[in-house]
């Protein structure tokens, strides 16, 4: 097994169920961007909190992660809540890209996941008009930055394109965040 996996599968054993999550980069204001129909792809879902949180939006929603016990949490916190239909879940090793069916989403989240190869798929992913919503650990404002910090301005380089529409970015105290629509 992947090594990610193996040392997810651990941390999440006996993990309790998530219960929906606004992803952390949306504010009161800025949460009516993301649609209230369509399809969400939420990157290296964890437990699933954002997941939940799409569904309950109104999206359909297909959550990745390596880990299949993280998977087996979404799809149990998924069945507990009666969100399983408007959930699939699916074991994805993200090291090797996005599968190419993976594609026309209205929304793509992805938190505390970084993923620079990822960064450019994220936007080509989404259907014109569509969000992308990103939170990774930053070195800005971080007491002891690791390698999965991201340097300053690592969001804001990689989304800086013309078929792209900055509506937030922030960072500070550790973590960056930021919010995109396709044109
Ligand atoms: C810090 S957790 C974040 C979970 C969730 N997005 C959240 O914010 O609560 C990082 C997640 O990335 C997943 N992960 C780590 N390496 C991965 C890989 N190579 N492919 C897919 N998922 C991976 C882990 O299993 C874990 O669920």
Redesign the pocket.
Known sequence: M?D??TR?DA??DGHRL?SP?RP?ALTDELESVVPTSGRAL??????G??SLWLERRGLSVVA????PV?VGLVRDAADAAGLAAGIEVRV????DGLDPDLTRFDVI?????RAPHLYAAFVERLVPGGIAVV?VLSQVGADQPGPFHAPAGELLQAFERDDVELLRHVEADGQASIVVRRR
Request: aromatic share 10%; with cysteine; hydrophobic share 45%.
């Open positions: 992947h990610d996996a997810w941390r999440y998530a999550s952390d939420d990157v290296a879902a964890g437990a909190a954002q990745l992660d390596v880990s993280a994805a090793d993200l090291d989240v992805c938190q505390r996941f939170t």
